[in-house]
């Protein structure tokens, strides 16, 4: 019988910093928590120490390390760290209508913006060319680039249903400006829809250092430990993807929170079907668990105010978790602001000067955090008026994502769950499932790699069948490149919509494969 070989999961919030160790056969070996640290990286290898330490297993045998991480999304909120990028736009005359970044906020513009080229090329829904790609011009452009800008997003008119101008202009461009630039093909990163998808292949551009260093950051936290393990990174949809094809799509982690949370949440419970509330120390995510996956977003996202169309999850954010202040006087004014992981030092039940809700957990006996004997001088009246208020926002969040009239249960799970009382919310049933403080790590440690194609096809041109399984196969293909091992890739998702607006039998089809971690 063969020594056991274990994953790390590395799960990094707004509040804590939570990891997960986990063996070959999906059971928990170790939890641990430490407070996020302003750098990020400093919080992982605090966590990833306290892991190891007075581990009895072997860090050699450690095989797999995952990381769910805030770099890129708080890269972009922040507007700190940033690239600049080169825009190229495939479609003159017919897509010249609303330039680039128009629709953007000021300051993350200047942050970005380099400069914006558009060409003459692309094509219709169906396929049909709308004009000859001009490559002399993109020659040009590379030859301006060079040395100057290190992402260039690409897009081009309808490039989901015929991608041939947008990867013409990608050997053009890369051969023109050097091996120091990365090209950034929109088709590959977002689907139908020129200006959202448009901006989220410049998103995935500006954030290629942030993501570099993200990944150095945790590489190094993990030799410095003793690991030699392969690294993989959380995307938005659940599943993992390797540290090359991260680099590549960095845009594609900055919603793995929440999906890590979710993911873990069906692991712990044992459901494929629910609502799961994850309620940490700055916020709560309510996101509807189907399938065993997070429900995707059908609608555009807005991701640091940018409206953007890639794969993201279908969760509501508020901002509400076990580190909000509360309102002395006033139990319905609760965040946004919040202690976060300054909560042992600044709540009322360890001597500090803030309000919190979980000082309202502490009152109400929820759990056991610092000295009860600080809070007897909060009214039972307010007390229960907090956690009115707090149940009446979680609720509302649940309804609002909630897609059927189903009794589905809610799991509850995040280490500020404790908020939550009682055996149900809206009238549904609520499961609190053990190890529920590191649902997300323990998410990201036992996910799958995986790969998505969403794409238009005509199925009064080709038979619809052939057309489905050639989808599938790209789907396959892009979750090996993505990490996966040959042989164990699976379809987990066919979806097809007719586009009746457009002319012809058009159908939006929607393929995600999954599979086991390669190597």
Not at 171 to 178: A, H, K, S, V, Y
Not at 476 to 498: M, Y
Request: with cysteine; proline share 5%; hydrophobic share 40%.
């Amino acid at each position: 019988m063969g020594r056991s070989t274990y994953r790390i999961g590395i799960d990094v919030g707004g509040t804590n910093t939570d990891g997960a160790i986990v063996d070959d056969h999906q059971r928990l070996i170790r939890k641990a928590k430490s407070p996020t640290t302003p750098d990020v990286t400093g919080g992982i290898r605090s966590t990833l120490r306290q892991l190891l330490d007075g581990w009895d297993g072997r860090p050699a045998a450690v095989r797999y390390l995952m990381l769910g991480t805030t770099h890129c999304i708080n890269a972009i909120l922040q507007r700190r760290g940033l690239d600049r990028v080169a825009v190229v736009r495939v479609g003159s005359p017919s897509g010249d209508a609303v330039p680039p970044f128009a629709d953007w906020p000021e300051d993350l513009a200047r942050a970005v913006q380099h400069r914006t080229f558009l060409v003459a090329g692309g094509h219709e829904f169906d396929g049909r060319r709308l004009a000859r790609l001009d490559r002399s011009r993109l020659a040009e452009i590379g030859k301006k680039l060079r040395g100057r800008v290190r992402s260039v997003a690409v897009s081009a008119v309808f490039s989901p249903a015929n991608p041939e101008d947008e990867q013409a202009a990608g050997r053009i461009l890369r051969q023109e400006l050097g091996p120091d630039s990365e090209v950034c093909l929109s088709h590959e990163v977002a689907t139908i829809g020129l200006i959202e998808r448009e901006n989220a292949t410049i998103l995935n551009g500006a954030l290629r250092s942030v993501s570099e260093r993200a990944v150095l950051g945790f590489e190094r936290a993990a030799v410095d430990l003793g690991l030699r393990a392969k690294l993989y990174l959380g995307q938005n949809d659940g599943t993992l993807m390797d540290v090359a094809a991260a680099l590549r799509f960095p845009i594609l982690t900055v919603a793995s929170g929440p999906t890590n949370s979710i993911r873990g949440a069906s692991f712990l419970a044992r459901l494929t079907d629910s609502v799961v509330v994850d309620v940490g120390g700055t916020s709560t995510d309510v996101g509807l668990l189907k399938g065993g996956f997070p429900l995707q977003s059908a609608r555009p996202s807005s991701v640091g105010g940018v409206r953007t169309n890639f794969r993201f999850p279908e969760v509501l954010s508020l901002a509400l978790g076990g580190g909000s202040a509360v309102a002395p006087d006033d139990p319905s004014r609760i965040g946004p602001q919040s202690v976060g992981y300054r909560l042992t030092e600044e709540a009322r039940a360890v001597g500090g000067p803030t309000l919190t809700t979980t000082d309202i957990a502490v009152a109400l006996h929820r759990c056991d955090f610092g000295d009860p004997r600080r809070l007897r001088g909060l009214s039972p009246r307010f007390v229960r008026a907090v956690d009115r208020e707090v149940r009446a926002r979680i609720e509302g969040a649940i309804e609002s994502v909630r897609i059927s009239s189903r009794r589905l249960p809610v799991v509850l799970v995040g280490g500020g769950s404790v908020l939550v009382g009682g055996s149900e919310i809206g009238g549904l049933p609520i499961r609190r499932p053990r190890n529920y403080d590191v649902a997300n790590a323990i998410g990201v440690a036992i996910a799958e790699v995986g790969a998505e194609v969403d794409t238009i096809a005509h199925f009064d041109r080709a038979a619809r069948q052939r057309t489905i399984e050639e989808i599938q196969r790209r789907a396959v293909r892009r979750a090996v490149e993505a990490g996966a091992r040959s042989g164990t890739v699976r379809i987990v998702q066919l979806e097809e919509v007719p586009l009746t607006y457009l002319p012809g039998n058009a159908v939006r089809v929607r393929v995600k494969a999954c599979g086991a971690l390669a190597g």
